[in-house]
């Protein structure tokens, strides 16, 4: 059983940077993809970016991309989410996700297509 644990989300001001860190664990078969979803009240998951472990490729919803950095520490088993320029529509509890199965071939990232789920981490942009 694999387990996620998020953590570094906080109130920023606009145009500012954070680094949200989830660390995986519970699993000696590990996992092939780990993505990062954000979500606000009312609306469903929203994959920002995905890591493939295999070859480390990644992939990032058009609105966060050159914004967004997500990276795999393969010694600490963490994988971050570095978050720069935040905007007023970066806010949401963001959720990281894995799958022992899963390879991300895309922007499009569903929130369907993941197994194991962390408790999530609010993150807000406020001036």
């Known amino acids: 059983q694999v387990q996620l644990a998020e953590s570094g989300g906080e109130v920023v001001q606009p145009g500012s940077s954070l680094r949200l860190s989830c660390s995986v664990s519970?699993?000696?078969?590990?996992?092939?993809?780990v993505a990062w979803f954000r979500q606000v009240p009312g609306k469903e998951r929203q994959g920002t970016s995905c890591?493939?472990?295999?070859?480390?490729?990644?992939y990032y919803l058009d609105s966060v991309k050159g914004r967004f950095t997500i990276s795999r520490d393969t010694v600490t088993n963490t994988v971050y989410l570095q978050m720069d320029s935040l905007n007023p529509a970066d806010p949401g509890v963001y959720y990281c996700?894995?799958?022992?199965?899963?390879?991300?071939?895309?922007?499009?990232?569903?929130?369907?297509?993941?197994?194991?789920w962390g408790q999530g981490t609010q993150v807000t942009v406020s001036s």
């Open positions: 519970g699993s000696s078969y590990g996992y092939h993809a």
């Open positions: 996700a894995a799958d022992p199965d899963l390879y991300c071939s895309g922007p499009l990232i569903d929130a369907g297509d993941f197994s194991f």
């Open positions: 890591i493939n472990s295999s070859d480390r490729t990644t």
